[in-house]
């Protein structure tokens, strides 16, 4: 595996593990933001816009929501 894959796994992993954490704490909403916007990185590096706008957006929400969570 390159660097390049083993960024794009870390990313997606923290997202998985961050989502299913967000009712824990307010942080995890943050974390999960974070790990949307290095996915989004990761997409516009491999070369897959379309991946990138998704995770940019989602990234976007998560932070709207981080927001408007007491």
Known sequence: MDAL???GLFAVTAML???ALEDRSHW???LFAG???LGSAYGFIQGAWPFSVVEAIWAVVALRRRRLKP
Do not use: H, K, N, P
């Open 17 to 19: 593990v961050c989502y």
């Open 35 to 37: 790990s949307c916007a």
């Open 5 to 7: 894959t083993l960024f």
């Open 28 to 30: 995890f909403v943050l």
